[in-house]
């Protein structure tokens, strides 16, 4: 028979849980909820622009690995993964950001991941010092992917947001050097979520020292890489690096969930400094962070084919230049350097969200939802992230729609108090 707890016993459960639970804020899709709930929206078909979740098909070589490979399940996977996986992403990042040969170690360099997501949440837990006084920094670009700042609460570390500038990232260069003496971890994203900037491989250098003057991690999370116009690849951290001759301080995040469209596979990798990796790999040994073997056996194929992510930064580009052609007359978009996301500037971002979605159906992000009033600016309340993830089809009608509304309900009368 299951114990009913007396109230007083309730309480005593619910205050022996880590205090540090309380300091973290609702998820942005949490507040999305809130901010729609008692909304009854127009009587059309839902169109979703709110997350950034591809649901382009999944590459049939993937799925067909997972199938072929499915008896994988009667063996519990390593946290090292498989060798010929290292090896596979070893080979792809030395091909992708020009390493010099052997530069990157599949034996010493790279573990794989249960998505980078994880990887990201989990390095702050096992990189940073637990109960120092005062509490170490960890730096993070504002805008933000919310697991950075969550990451560093849990730790017990005290987040310190970069406002991103007109150019959609950080000015690293004003930042006080007490503020780098006490960064423990930094947290950079290129291209960035919501505002799809890159980081120069200049900067990246700049950053590289930067991390080796003051002996913080720098965590370089990279999972939109592969989705940028044509001809145009970003720079990654790992180019920087072997520009070093060293990959000291520094670990590059990957994921194919973006790259190959299988968020469903949680599937990435961590690469660079041999020592953070092999302290990395002990941490997430008692974690059980393992990836099950025939995802890795899905992984290997997806890191080996590029055909199928020159079709998908095909389809984005499609789907931005639809969104030039649709919203410039009545909100002007910018095609990012990468990433799938438009960050538009529309007024008070929680007003448009809920009145584009009562009167046409279409759901998007208020761009307050992904930053924090920092250093005297909040850098996303008066813009939305829209995040072309659908469909052609399907973008194009939400996008029509949103077109539609902004005709009949201008930004100035939707803004008003």
């Not at 208020?366 to 924090?372: I, Q």
């Given at each position: 028979m299951t114990a009913i707890l007396a109230p007083e016993s309730l309480l005593m459960t619910k205050n022996s849980m880590n205090p540090l639970l309380g300091t973290l804020q609702a998820y942005p899709f949490e507040r999305l909820r809130t901010l729609l709930a008692g909304v009854t929206p127009a009587d059309k078909e839902l169109i979703d622009f709110s997350i950034g979740e591809p649901r382009h098909p999944a590459p049939a070589i993937v799925s067909e690995a997972i199938i072929e490979h499915l008896h994988g399940l009667a063996e519990y996977p390593k946290v090292l993964g498989d060798l010929r996986l290292r090896q596979a992403i070893a080979d792809w990042a030395t091909r992708r950001f020009a390493l010099p040969a052997g530069f990157l170690d599949p034996e010493r360099h790279v573990i794989p991941a249960n998505g980078s997501r994880e990887a990201?949440?989990?390095i702050a837990q096992a990189a940073l010092p637990p109960c120092q006084t005062p509490k170490p920094l960890v730096l993070l670009p504002n805008p933000f992917y919310q697991i950075y700042e969550g990451a560093a609460l849990l730790a017990g570390a005290e987040p310190y947001y970069?406002?991103?500038d007109a150019s959609g990232q950080p000015d690293f260069l004003v930042v006080e050097e007490s503020v780098w003496a006490r960064c423990a971890l930094l947290y950079i994203n290129s291209p960035h979520n919501p505002t799809g900037a890159t980081l120069p491989l200049e900067t990246l250098g700049w950053l590289i020292r930067k991390a080796r003057q003051h002996s913080f991690v720098l965590a370089a999370d990279e999972c939109y890489s592969e989705l940028y116009p044509e001809g145009d690849a970003p720079a990654g951290i790992l180019e920087a690096a072997a520009a070093t001759g060293s990959l000291a301080q520094?670990?590059?995040?990957?994921?194919?969930s973006k790259r190959s469209?299988?968020?469903?596979?949680r599937s990435g990798f961590v690469a660079g400094d041999?020592?953070?990796?092999k302290a990395f790999v002990r941490y997430r040994t008692y974690l059980g962070a393992a990836t099950p073997p025939f995802i890795q056996a899905a992984a290997i194929?997806?890191?080996q084919d590029e055909q199928h992510v020159q079709h998908t930064r095909a389809d984005y580009a499609r789907k931005f230049a639809a969104a030039h052609d649709i919203l410039d007359a009545v909100l002007p978009v910018e095609t990012p350097a990468g990433g799938f996301y438009l960050w538009p500037r529309v007024g008070d971002g929680e007003a448009f969200v809920r009145a584009l979605y009562e009167a046409e159906h279409v759901r998007c992000l208020?761009?307050?939802?992904?930053?924090?009033d920092a250093h005297g600016?909040?850098?996303?309340?008066d813009r939305v992230r829209i995040a072309l993830v659908g469909s052609l089809e399907d973008c194009v009608e939400g996008l029509q729609r949103m077109r539609h509304f902004m005709e009949q309900h201008p930004i100035s009368t939707i803004n008003k108090p």
């Open positions: 990201l949440f989990s970069l406002n991103c520094m670990l590059a995040f990957h994921s194919l469209s299988i968020p469903g596979a041999a020592d953070i990796l194929a997806a890191w208020p761009g307050a939802y992904l930053a924090r600016v909040h850098p996303g309340k």
